[in-house]
């Protein structure tokens, strides 16, 4: 239990240095009507409960493991943490759009071989309030799990959301967002077929005319 509870002193201030100017700096879109897209490794779910009320502290579980990897591919063997960060616009609006609110960091929940299910250290209503925010009726919050080192380097995330309802009391946990398939491979095309395309064609036909007048 001691090792799931939030390491402010260390991990929280690290995420926020580790977040300026990165990738999460993109987390400032209104999210009140979108679907929160998968993240880099995949979604996040609720273990406990799906519904709830915003007093309370759910349990989140990722799709997969981390993969000890930087946010830039790079191998990190020192990955070692999971966190669980909040972010919506009335986070935003307390200066938290881009290191979010931290609600857990936790060594003990952290895996590269299987799912990771990750309890909240703290309730919605008491992460909000030390931000210096208020949940706002329907509105929606996003969830991030992030891979990181001792020193909060960024790693893959896992994204999911919670909806709340028009008095800002109780939430719901949104399906996940579908992943996309890469893209299928184009089918390779002869040389022969592209001759025609690139224009090559019309120059064999300029060849015979020249023989063809070649002959009178």
């Known amino acids: 239990m001691k090792h799931t509870l939030l390491r402010h002193a260390a991990v929280t201030s690290g995420l926020a240095v580790a977040a300026a100017g990165s990738l999460f700096a993109l987390t400032g879109t209104a999210l009140a009507d979108q679907q929160v897209p998968p993240g880099t490794l995949g979604t996040v779910t609720a273990t406990t409960p799906t519904t709830g009320v915003a007093a309370t502290a759910p349990t989140v579980t990722s799709s997969g493991p981390c993969d000890g990897k930087d946010a830039d591919g790079t191998d990190n063997p020192d990955q070692n943490t999971i966190a669980v960060i909040l972010f919506s616009p009335s986070l935003n609006a307390a200066g938290k759009q881009k290191t979010g609110q931290t609600v857990q960091a936790s060594t003990a929940n952290y895996s590269r071989t299987s799912r990771m299910s990750v309890p909240f250290g703290q309730t919605f209503t008491d ?58 491979p184009l089918p390779e095309v002869p040389l022969a077929a592209l001759l025609p395309i690139a224009g090559l064609g019309a120059a064999g036909i300029l060849v015979a005319r020249r023989r063809r007048e070649g002959a009178r």
């Open 127 to 184: 992460a909000f309030k030390q931000a210096g925010a208020t949940i706002a009726p329907n509105e929606r919050v996003r969830i991030e799990m992030r891979c990181i080192d001792a020193l909060a380097t960024p790693g893959g995330t896992f994204e999911g959301s919670v909806l709340f309802n028009s008095d800002a009391s109780r939430y719901t946990f949104d399906a996940p967002a579908a992943t996309t398939p890469p893209p299928a």
